[in-house]
C-alpha cells in the first residue's frame, strides 16, 4: 500500500521569505502523480502543484515549487516571497497514474504553516 | 474552472436522526466522487468512491449502512448518514473527477459540518 509521510506537524515563515515543506512516499509504482494541496480556515481544499512522476522536471506555479526526488521518493514543496495568505494546512498527496478516475488520493498528515508579519 | 459544490455546509441533527449531504459538480459531468471525513487538524480520511450508477465502494472499517451513498446521476452524489450518533459529528468532504487533458482532475466540495446533539 502507498503511504506519505509529512515528518513536519508544524512550520513558520517570516513574510516575504521561503519555505520548504517536506513530504516522502512509499510506492512500488513507476508512474504516479505527486500533489500538493492547501488548506485555509475556510477548510475548502485547493490544488497548489502537480508532479507527474515520469517527468524530470520539477513543477512550478508561481511562488510554488517542488524539488521532487523519485528516487529518494521525496516531494518537497518551496514556498518563495511567503505571503499572509499562505498560512494554511499542507496536504501532500499521491495517487497512481493508469487506470481512470477511480484511484483515489493518498494524503499525508498535513503541515500547518504559520506566516508571521 | 471546475466547481463542485455541498449542501448544506453546516447541519445540527438530533442523535438517532438520519441526515442527507448532497455533493454536485456544476459545470462538468463526474463519473467517480469521493467521500472524505476531516476531524479537526487531521487529514482527510476517504471514506467511499462512488461512481454513477452502480455501488459505492467502501474503505476499510466504513460502515456501508450507516453511511449510504448513492450517485444516481453524473452530476450528483449524496452521503446519508443513518441514525446519526455524537461520534458521527465532523467535517465531510466530497470531490469529483473530470478527466482533462488526459489527466483526471480531482475537484473537492467546500465541505459539509455535521454536529450531531
Known amino acids: 500500500a502507498q503511504t506519505v509521510t509529512q515528518s513536519q506537524p508544524e512550520m513558520s515563515v517570516q513574510e516575504a521569505e521561503t519555505v520548504t515543506l517536506s513530504c516522502t512516499y512509499d510506492?512500488?509504482?513507476?508512474?504516479?502523480?505527486l500533489f500538493w494541496y492547501k488548506q485555509p480556515p475556510s477548510r475548502q481544499m485547493i490544488l497548489v502543484i502537480r508532479?507527474?512522476?515520469?517527468?524530470?522536471q520539477n513543477a512550478t506555479e508561481n511562488r510554488f515549487s517542488v524539488n521532487f526526488q523519485k528516487a529518494a521518493k521525496s516531494f518537497s514543496l518551496k514556498i518563495s516571497d511567503s505571503q499572509l495568505g499562505d498560512a494554511a494546512m499542507y496536504f501532500c498527496?499521491?495517487?497512481?497514474?493508469?487506470?481512470?478516475?477511480?484511484?483515489?488520493?493518498?494524503f499525508g498528515k498535513g503541515t500547518l504553516l504559520t506566516v508571521n508579519p | 474552472g471546475a466547481v463542485v459544490s455541498q449542501h448544506p455546509s453546516r447541519v445540527i441533527c438530533k442523535s438517532g436522526t438520519s441526515v442527507k449531504i448532497e455533493c454536485r459538480s456544476l459545470?462538468?459531468?463526474?463519473?467517480?466522487m469521493f467521500w472524505y471525513r476531516q476531524f479537526p487538524k487531521k487529514s482527510l480520511m476517504l471514506m467511499a468512491t462512488?461512481?454513477?450508477?452502480?455501488?459505492?465502494?467502501?474503505e476499510q472499517g466504513v460502515e456501508k449502512d450507516k453511511f449510504l451513498i448513492n450517485h444516481a446521476s453524473l452530476t450528483l452524489s449524496t452521503l446519508t448518514v443513518t441514525s446519526a450518533h455524537p461520534e458521527d459529528s465532523s467535517f465531510y468532504i466530497c470531490?469529483?473527477?473530470?478527466?482533462?487533458?488526459?489527466?483526471?482532475?480531482?475537484?473537492f466540495g467546500p465541505g459539509t459540518r455535521l454536529t450531531v446533539t
Open positions: 510506492t512500488s509504482e513507476s508512474d504516479y502523480y
Open positions: 462512488s461512481n454513477e450508477g452502480s455501488k459505492a465502494t467502501y
Open positions: 498527496a499521491y495517487r497512481r497514474s493508469s487506470g481512470g478516475s477511480n484511484y483515489k488520493l493518498t
Open positions: 459545470d462538468f459531468q463526474a463519473t467517480t
Open positions: 470531490s469529483a473527477t473530470e478527466r482533462r487533458g488526459g489527466i483526471d482532475e480531482q475537484y
Open positions: 508532479q507527474e512522476a515520469y517527468k524530470q
